[in-house]
């Protein structure tokens, strides 16, 4: 089972430049998420999404957009990339409920320069 | 707010020592739940345990156990005889609305 998928693994950009982290679930979630993770500050969210077509805000969602046109599939877009923004990044899902655990995938390592 | 404290940022034994990673959780739910991710130095998140706030019995699960009290918000970790093998960053985390609200982590290091 490939649980959830994130595209690319690495990536390093210059300050202004744009890109999207891809993400991609097989497992059928309703509830989709994006985290940042900074050295010794736990994870943030960015943004969440709890079914397709319908996404909101997280605690740190400047410099970035989402969309959800599809159950599977919850990309993250990056329009003007500044160093603030190397991070470790983690995109994650879960069934439609709050007793279940987040599945996380295996996280995008993000430097901008 | 919802807030989770892991107020241990660094911890260091030696193998085969019992360690206790410790969270507080802040909420006015009385309906919540409780996870612990553990991240190995490869780096992925893996889920541990859940527990929801209608159970305070404690788990264990071999090496591992929790004890979650309600009375004093807290929701510990301990491993016990810790092996190399458990070093790592641990997370502790509760759900916030609709998504998980994470600490801070701890990192545990397990010398031989």
Same mark, same amino acid.
């Given at each position: 089972?490939?649980?959830?998928?994130?595209?690319?693994?690495?990536?390093?950009?210059?300050?202004?430049?744009?890109?999207?982290?891809?993400?991609?679930?097989?497992?059928?979630?309703?509830?989709?998420?994006?985290?940042?993770?900074?050295?010794?500050?736990?994870?943030?969210?960015?943004?969440?999404?709890?079914?397709?077509?319908?996404?909101?805000?997280?605690?740190?969602?400047?410099?970035?957009?989402?969309?959800?046109?599809?159950?599977?599939?919850?990309?993250?877009?990056?329009?003007?990339?500044?160093?603030?923004?190397?991070?470790?990044?983690?995109?994650?899902?879960?069934?439609?409920?709050?007793?279940?655990?987040?599945?996380?995938?295996?996280?995008?390592?993000?430097?901008?320069? | 707010?919802?807030?989770?404290?892991?107020?241990?940022?660094?911890?260091?034994?030696?193998?085969?020592?019992?360690?206790?990673?410790?969270?507080?959780?802040?909420?006015?739910?009385?309906?919540?739940?409780?996870?612990?991710?553990?991240?190995?130095?490869?780096?992925?998140?893996?889920?541990?345990?859940?527990?929801? $706030?209608?159970?305070?019995?404690?788990?264990?699960?071999?090496? /591992?156990?929790? =004890? @979650?009290? #309600?009375? +004093? &918000?807290?929701?510990?970790?301990?491993?016990?005889?810790?092996?190399?093998?458990? $070093?790592?960053?641990?997370?502790?985390?509760?759900?916030?609305? /609709?998504?998980? =609200? @994470?600490? #801070?982590? +701890? &990192?545990?290091?397990?010398?031989?």
């Amino acid at each position: 089972n490939a649980g959830v998928t994130q595209t690319p693994k690495f990536r390093i950009l210059k300050i202004g430049q744009s890109m999207t982290l891809q993400c991609t679930q097989d497992m059928n979630h309703n509830y989709m998420y994006w985290y940042r993770q900074d050295p010794g500050m736990g994870l943030k969210l960015i943004y969440y999404s709890v079914g397709a077509g319908i996404t909101d805000k997280g605690e740190v969602p400047n410099g970035y957009n989402v969309s959800r046109s599809t159950t599977e599939d919850f990309p993250l877009r990056l329009e003007l990339a500044a160093p603030s923004q190397t991070s470790v990044y983690f995109c994650a899902s879960r069934p439609g409920t709050m007793n279940t655990e987040a599945f996380f995938g295996q996280g995008t390592r993000l430097t901008v320069v | 707010a919802q807030k989770v404290t892991q107020a241990q940022t660094e911890i260091s034994v030696v193998e085969k020592e019992d360690v206790t990673l410790d969270c507080v959780y802040e909420t006015r739910d009385t309906t919540y739940y409780l996870f612990w991710y553990k991240q190995p130095p490869s780096g992925e998140l893996v889920f541990l345990i859940r527990r929801n $706030s209608f159970d305070e019995q404690n788990e264990i699960s071999g090496r /591992y156990s929790w =004890n @979650f009290q #309600k009375s +004093t &918000s807290s929701f510990n970790f301990t491993i016990t005889a810790s092996q190399v093998v458990d $070093s790592a960053v641990y997370f502790c985390a509760q759900n916030s609305g /609709y998504a998980l =609200n @994470f600490g #801070k982590g +701890t &990192s545990l290091l397990v010398t031989p």
